[in-house]
């Protein structure tokens, strides 16, 4: 499948996204996971990225779209793909049509996973992330912990709180999905292939989902 995952920050695209590749091998591809590998192995996009990132700001739209195009080019995007936390910002999204269009990629669906704020503010702030660059696996303190406190279950490295889940930080982010983000709902409304999902559990937006795209 090539499905797009529109949602606030702790809307649950990842973890969607992830039950989702285990479905039909499709790849999930988020930008936010590529970036913080970027910003721990040290590179020049990481180290352009990380300020933007640590405050709860977007990173500009051209880095991001220079990293984007070279993915979607990599071979395992054939398989299939979810896009999770990209695109971000109308420019995004008409680079994202620009591209598609050369690459002859069409997507099956825009899934917007609609959760209300304070369900949001409440899973922000008990969110906890896998350190480990290559597994970057989602816990939550209260409704998903791990079995050994502080320790990734699949992997057994650290699992930190992130730079941006500071309550400063958070509400920052929504503010920006807010601002810059929100527009897009509107923009694939008109596009097609839109489909809204009200769903708190990640399960029902899977259902969901597969309904949608008849798997
Ligand atoms: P969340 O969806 O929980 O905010 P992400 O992991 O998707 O978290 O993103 C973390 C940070 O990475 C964002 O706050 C932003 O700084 C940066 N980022 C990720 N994707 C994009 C994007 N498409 N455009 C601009 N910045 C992005």
Known sequence: MKVMLLGAPGAGKGTVAKLLTALDGSIQISTGDILRGQVKAGSDLGKQAAAYMKAGD???????????????LEGDCQKGFLLDGFPRTIPQAEALKELMGKLDIDLDA???I????DVILDRLCTRRTCENGDCQEIYNVKSNPTKVE??????????IQRDDET????????????EKTAPLIGYYEK????VNVP??????????????LGL
Not at 114 to 117: A, G, L, M, N, Q
Not at 191 to 194: M, N
């Open 167 to 178: 309550e400063e930080a958070i509400s920052h982010r929504l503010e920006t999905f807010n």
């Open 58 to 72: 977007l990173v500009p739209d051209s880095l991001i779209m220079d990293m984007m195009g070279k993915r979607l």
């Open 150 to 159: 502080g320790i990734c279950d699949k992997c057994g490295s650290a699992v």
């Open 114 to 117: 609609d959760v209300p704020r």
């Open 199 to 212: 769903c708190t559990s990640s399960d029902a937006v899977v259902d969901a989902i597969k309904e949608k």
């Open 191 to 194: 596009e097609g292939k839109f």
């Open 110 to 112: 825009v899934i917007n």
